[in-house]
């Protein structure tokens, strides 16, 4: 079992939807929950980060995470086109990173 | 300066060719990293070099050498590949987020798109 689990997708959608991203996580000593965008032929950047369990609202963007089911998720409210990228979540652990498999995501006009 | 920036772009290389991939950072990051990664996977960690010294290495075979000349440099020396070590290479640099001790915000380069024929 990989330690982050994330759906590859892809997932279309039109644009304004509600978008719900998820990752699972075997490791119950992860504390750290972060989310990267990241965009066809560039790097990935930090969009989002979370400590332990809860909400975190930022814009369109709303980080979710529940420590009691391993499961954290990334809203998106009144998706754009400029939204279409790839989503990876990510745990942060003994100096490293460690990436879910990225949902790809396409908003379509 | 917020960014990470990687030189060349795009790289072709037989596989007799010696390489370099060069990565720089102006932001004081103290730690760095190079990640590969291949189409639709996510990034792999290879090196973290930590206040210029190498902190680890993912079991990354011999032919990628790493080397962190100063504090805002560094680079991955090529030799010898197979075509399966045809990727993107990510550098990626960090600092501790305000008010969070235990979590580092990277910043990542735009990457090398690296092919070998």
């Known amino acids: 079992q990989k330690e982050v689990e994330q759906d590859p997708g892809p997932l279309s959608v039109p644009e304004g939807a509600i978008v719900s991203l998820n990752c699972t996580y075997s490791n119950s000593a992860f504390q750290y929950f972060m989310w990267y965008r990241q965009y066809s032929r560039k790097g990935p950047e930090l969009l989002m980060y979370t400590y332990s369990s809860g909400n975190k609202e930022d814009g369109r963007f709303t980080a979710q995470v529940d420590k009691s089911s391993k499961y954290i998720s990334l809203f998106i409210r009144d998706s754009q086109p400029s939204d279409s990228a790839t989503y990876l979540c990510?745990?942060?652990?003994?100096?490293?990173?460690?990436f879910g498999q990225g949902t790809e995501l396409s908003v379509k006009p | 300066d917020t960014e990470v920036t990687q030189t060349p772009k795009h790289l072709v290389m037989g596989m007799t060719n010696k390489k370099s991939l060069k990565c720089e950072q102006h932001m004081g990051h103290r730690a760095m990293y190079w990640y590969k990664q291949k189409a639709k996977k996510p990034p792999e960690l290879m090196f973290v070099y930590s206040y210029e010294k190498l902190s680890i290495n993912e079991s990354v075979p011999s032919r990628f050498s790493p080397e962190c000349p100063n504090s805002s440099l560094l680079n991955l020396h090529l030799h010898a590949l197979q075509p399966e070590d045809s990727a993107l290479y990510l550098c990626?640099?960090?600092?501790?987020?305000?008010?969070?001790?235990?979590?580092?915000?990277?910043?990542f380069g735009s990457g090398t798109r690296l092919t070998v024929v």
């Open positions: 990626a640099s960090s600092q501790q987020l305000t008010g969070h001790p235990q979590i580092y915000g990277y910043t």
């Open positions: 990510a745990m942060h652990q003994g100096g490293k990173l460690i």
